[in-house]
């Protein structure tokens, strides 16, 4: 696909089971966005759907279906964690907003204990997934060997789960990206900074 090349685009929303972390039922999506940073959660979502009915928290995976003359691709671009929808009625046709949190958004509602901390020398690579594991079902994945950690790091007053995974990536010079599907990456930084 030539990402530089018009193409028609359209866009799918799937209900995600959060212990099986596959795609349930369809939601339809009449627009939206996708925000993305480099801090904190990463990503979130706005986006507009018809006749969404549910009132608590769900697991929601949008993908785009993109096509050009020669080519086509398809594939998850979000996942992440459904608030309460604003509803809009219009004649006979309801539409609801929906705000979407990052799939990191468990770990950073986490606060952890006051005098929690991380030894100099520790593994990072088990103490990364045992503060990123609050979010059952997601991906988590660890490319090659993460240094140990070059001094001791202590929770400050309001630290979570998420402000201290990003303390210890700054400690180690890692990088955390979130895949469209949901699955956390952690890998060194790559060398050509237009590859993130």
Do not use: H
């Not at 009625?89 to 609801?96: K, R």
């Not at 995974?165 to 010079?173: F, H, P, T």
């Amino acid at each position: 696909m030539d990402w530089s090349k018009g193409l028609s685009a359209s866009y799918k929303a799937y209900i995600v089971d959060p212990i099986t972390w596959k795609d349930t039922e369809m939601i339809d999506i009449i627009g939206g966005a996708i925000n993305k940073t480099e801090e904190d959660m990463r990503e979130s979502a706005d986006i507009s759907v018809s006749a969404y009915n549910s009132e608590r928290e769900q697991w929601i995976r949008i993908y785009l279906d993109a096509r050009q003359r020669s080519d086509s691709y398809y594939g998850a671009i979000f996942t992440g964690l459904i608030s309460s929808p604003g509803r809009e009625m219009e004649g006979a046709v309801e539409t609801n907003s929906l705000r979407c949190y990052s799939v990191l958004k468990p770990a950073s509602d986490i606060l952890l204990p006051r005098g929690y901390y991380i030894t100099y020398g520790t593994n990072t690579s088990s103490v990364l997934k045992n503060l990123l594991s609050v979010i059952k079902g997601m991906p988590i994945i660890i490319e090659g060997n993460p240094p140990n950690l070059s001094y001791t790091l202590i929770a400050e007053n309001g630290e979570s789960n998420l402000s201290m995974v990003d303390k210890i990536l700054d400690c180690i010079g890692w990088r955390m990206k979130i895949e469209g599907d949901g699955s956390v990456i952690i890998t060194e930084p790559a060398t050509d900074p237009t590859a993130w």
